[in-house]
């Protein structure tokens, strides 16, 4: 997503309603673990809270392949050629694909403006 996509009133009214607070107890578990949870208060008083969650894409929680492929494409779609995604795609499903370290470097230069 661009950032012009970000910068819409919507979003902005959003932005003072949200307040980060950080935990001690998620905090002692860094960097091994990455913890948090969301308390989001309504107009009407009511407030929600969820489990404590572990962040996903760890050695302990890994992303499938499908959901890295849709995250590669998802962020890089604004910046990469196709073609550069498609064959950094094949590398991540399969290193063996890449000549070397220095090809995926390659692939992940910005196309040019």
Same mark, same amino acid.
């Not at 929600?48 to 995250?71: H, M, N, Q, Y």
């Not at 550069?84 to 196309?111: F, G, H, W, Y």
């Given at each position: ?20 607070? &950080?935990?001690?107890? =998620?905090? #002692? ?6 913890? !948090?949870?969301?308390? *989001? ?28 492929? &849709?995250?590669?494409? =998802?962020? #890089? ?6 073609? !550069?995604?498609?064959? *950094? ?25």
């Amino acid at each position: 997503m661009l950032i012009q996509n970000y910068d819409q009133p919507d979003i902005w009214r959003l932005v003072d309603k949200v307040s980060f607070v &950080e935990s001690d107890e =998620h905090n #002692a578990g860094f960097p091994q673990e990455r913890f !948090a949870n969301v308390i *989001i208060k309504l107009a009407d008083g009511t407030t929600l809270k969820s489990e404590t969650a572990v962040a996903r894409g760890s050695f302990d929680a890994p992303l499938s392949d499908g959901e890295i492929l &849709e995250k590669l494409h =998802h962020y #890089a779609a604004s910046v990469l050629s196709q073609s !550069a995604q498609d064959k *950094i795609a094949r590398i991540l499903t399969d290193p063996s694909n890449a000549a070397s370290p220095a090809e995926l470097v390659a692939l992940l230069q910005p196309r040019p403006c």
